[in-house]
């Protein structure tokens, strides 16, 4: 591990460095010292009067956590910086954060409660699979779901807002549960399998819809009903079979 700063919190010490952006210096917290003690963890919002702006890659893979405070001006949570925190049943996001890189949940299977806030523009690869999240809701402000964001989770209806471009591959899929898909004006892209083996009955895509892509809606079984937006570019109709 590297020799980072070290500053003291209840339960342990948070490790960190000071990075530089535009001549401006900020804090990216990269993990806590060994022994840490205590499963309610909570980020500081500055440290000697640094702004804490990121949490790194990696960080708290598979800490015993129970409960997370994220700060205001936090911007961005690295790449499974939680990842495997299985024991986690609730975050809740602070509006200046823009970005959830790749798998940073993945794999909590406990967290069932998050809370997005806006201002949230992107959520990576796997961000939130294999989680227990009952009820979801995104903000409008969010531009691109990556490739498995929510897939396995446990949800039963979602609705998009309208500056959301793309949803990646399998971003929804193997979600059983889930009933209710409200798209809005503005996407563009849906990727292969976003929504396999979900439990939705009805569809009515958007008129911005450009590309619907192989297998986005296979092993809908329930699916009755599916309304295709008029400037859907595919030529093909295996894009949008079910």
Same mark, same amino acid.
């Given at each position: 591990m590297a020799d980072y700063l070290k500053y003291?919190?209840?339960?342990?010490?948070?490790?960190?460095?000071?990075? +530089?952006? +535009?001549?401006?210096?900020?804090?990216?917290?990269?993990?806590?010292?060994?022994?840490?003690?205590?499963?309610?963890?909570?980020?500081?919002?500055?440290?000697?009067?640094?702004?804490?702006?990121?949490?790194?890659?990696?960080?708290?893979?598979?800490?015993?956590?129970?409960?997370?405070?994220?700060? %205001?001006?936090?911007? %961005? =949570?690295?790449?499974?910086?939680?990842?495997?925190?299985?024991?986690?049943? +609730?975050?809740?996001?602070?509006?200046? #954060?823009?970005?959830?890189?790749?798998?940073?949940?993945?794999?909590?299977?406990? #967290?069932?409660?998050?809370?997005?806030?806006?201002?949230?523009?992107?959520?990576?690869?796997?961000?939130?699979?294999?989680?227990?999240?009952?009820?979801?809701?995104?903000?409008?402000?969010?531009?691109?779901?990556?490739?498995?964001?929510?897939?396995?989770?446990?949800?039963?209806?979602?609705?998009?807002?309208?500056?959301?471009?793309?949803?990646?591959?399998?971003?929804?899929?193997?979600?059983t549960a889930l009933k209710s898909i409200?798209?809005?004006?503005?996407?563009? =892209?849906? +990727?292969?399998?976003?929504?396999?083996?979900?439990?939705?009955?009805? =569809?009515?895509?958007?008129?911005?819809?450009?590309?619907? %892509?192989?297998?986005?809606?296979?092993?809908?079984?329930?699916?009755?009903?599916?309304?295709?937006?008029?400037?859907?570019?595919?030529?093909?109709?295996?894009?949008?079979?079910?």
């Open positions: 003291k919190i209840r339960g342990g010490v948070i490790l960190y460095e000071i990075e +530089k952006e +535009k001549g401006e210096k900020y804090i990216t917290i990269r993990g806590f010292k060994e022994g840490y003690e205590s499963r309610n963890l909570n980020i500081p919002a500055e440290i000697d009067g640094i702004n804490v702006k990121k949490i790194g890659s990696h960080t708290f893979l598979g800490e015993e956590i129970l409960s997370l405070t994220l700060p %205001e001006g936090l911007v %961005e =949570i690295g790449e499974s910086a939680f990842d495997c925190c299985d024991e986690l049943k +609730k975050v809740v996001f602070p509006s200046s #954060l823009r970005i959830i890189e790749e798998s940073a949940f993945d794999g909590c299977n406990d #967290l069932a409660d998050v809370k997005f806030n806006e201002g949230l523009e992107y959520i990576g690869n796997s961000a939130f699979s294999y989680t227990d999240i009952q009820k979801l809701t995104l903000p409008n402000s969010l531009i691109e779901i990556g490739n498995s964001a929510f897939e396995c989770s446990g949800f039963s209806s979602v609705a998009f807002g309208p500056k959301l471009k793309t949803i990646g591959e399998r971003a929804f899929a193997d979600n409200k798209f809005n004006e503005g996407l563009e =892209i849906i +990727k292969d399998e976003a929504f396999d083996e979900c439990g939705v009955e009805s =569809i009515i895509s958007p008129d911005s819809l450009k590309s619907m %892509e192989y297998d986005a809606f296979n092993g809908c079984s329930c699916l009755k009903s599916f309304h295709i937006g008029k400037n859907f570019a595919n030529d093909s109709v295996y894009t949008f079979l079910f």
